[in-house]
C-alpha cells in the first residue's frame, strides 16, 4: 500500500499543532484530532492517542516541523539567495529566537512568497525522504 507524499507533507507541515503519525499497514496518515467519531471525551481522545504510540510497528509518528526541518528549511533558503539577501538572512539564524526574527526579516525584504514556496517544496523532499528512510512506498 503506497502512502500519499501531500498528505504526508501536508501532515509535516502542520506537525506544530497535530501530532500525526503514519500507519504503515492501510499507508495512510492519522493525525490526532482525526480520533474515532466515539472520541468525544478528552479520556476517549487520550485513549487512542496510548494506543497509536504503543503500536509502534504499525502506527509511525511524524518529528514536529519546527523542532528540525524548519531551521534546516531557512538556512537552505537563506543560502540560496543572493550575496546581499544571504548577508541579511544568515546572521538571525545563529542566534536566539531565529524563527520569529527570520520570518519578519523574510516579509521585510518582500520575500515572504517566495519563502512560503520553498518551504513547501522542502517540507515535500522531507516527506520524500522519510518515506525512503522508513521504506514506505509512496505515491506523489
Not at 503514519?22 to 490526532?32: C, N, Q, S, T
Not at 472520541?39 to 487520550?46: I, K, L, N, R, S
Not at 496510548?50 to 531557512?74: C, T
Not at 520575500?111 to 522519510?130: G, I, M, N, P, S
Request: glycine fraction near 2%; charge should be negative.
Amino acid at each position: 500500500m503506497k502512502i500519499s507524499l501531500t498528505d504526508l507533507a501536508h501532515a509535516i507541515a502542520r506537525s506544530d499543532v497535530v501530532q500525526s503519525y503514519v500507519d504503515l499497514k492501510e499507508g495512510r496518515v492519522i493525525a490526532l484530532p482525526d480520533a474515532p467519531a466515539d472520541a468525544e471525551d478528552d479520556a476517549a481522545a487520550f485513549d487512542y492517542a496510548m494506543q497509536l504510540e504503543e503500536d509502534y510497528e504499525r502506527y509511525l509518528p511524524l518529528a514536529n516541523l519546527y523542532d528540525g526541518v524548519e531551521p534546516d528549511a531557512m538556512r537552505a533558503f537563506a543560502e540560496a539567495q543572493s550575496a546581499a539577501m544571504k548577508a541579511r538572512l544568515l546572521p538571525i539564524l545563529d542566534a536566539p529566537g531565529a524563527a520569529p526574527r527570520f520570518r519578519q526579516q523574510v516579509r521585510r525584504l518582500l520575500l515572504e512568497a517566495k519563502w512560503k514556496a520553498f518551504l513547501q517544496d522542502y517540507v515535500r523532499e522531507v516527506a520524500r525522504t522519510f518515506c525512503e528512510e522508513n521504506e514506505i512506498e509512496y505515491e506523489a
